[in-house]
């Protein structure tokens, strides 16, 4: 049973901009920091953004800083990631995960939900 869908993704031209949602089950996002990760082809996965469960604390991988925005709407069960300023190498495929640990520990993928994935191509 998928517990975490991710939708957004597409085709953008460099410099353009994005906004992947993340909808969850009511019982997951209520207890859980919520996560953004990506992989790119023939490239280990790696740590994007996160955001406690209240929203007042976020954690970000240093390329995404100042181009990326993590929230969530706990009245939608539902987190996002604004994406702008977009380059080629951002190109990949993105995951949500939720997991009941804080946010340098979901930074390192310690998740227990993970979502199916939504596709970021970005052109030059």
């Known amino acids: 049973q998928v517990q975490l869908v991710e939708s957004g993704g597409g085709l953008v031209q460099a410099g353009g901009s994005l906004r992947l949602s993340c909808r969850a089950s009511?019982?997951?996002?209520?207890?859980?920091?919520m996560g953004w990760f990506r992989q790119a082809p023939g490239k280990e996965r790696e740590f994007v953004a996160a955001?406690?469960?209240?929203?007042?604390?976020?954690y970000y991988e240093d390329s995404a800083k100042g181009r990326f925005t993590i929230s969530r709407d706990n009245a939608k069960n539902t987190v996002y990631l604004q994406m702008n300023t977009l380059k080629p190498e951002d190109t990949a495929v993105y995951y949500c995960?939720?997991?009941?640990?804080?946010?340098?520990?979901?930074?390192?993928?310690?998740?227990?939900?993970w979502g199916q994935g939504t596709q970021v191509t970005v052109s030059s």
């Open positions: 995960a939720a997991g009941p640990y804080g946010l340098e520990t979901i930074r390192l993928g310690h998740a227990d939900y």
């Open positions: 009511r019982r997951i996002f209520n207890t859980r920091t």
């Open positions: 955001i406690n469960w209240t929203g007042g604390t976020l």
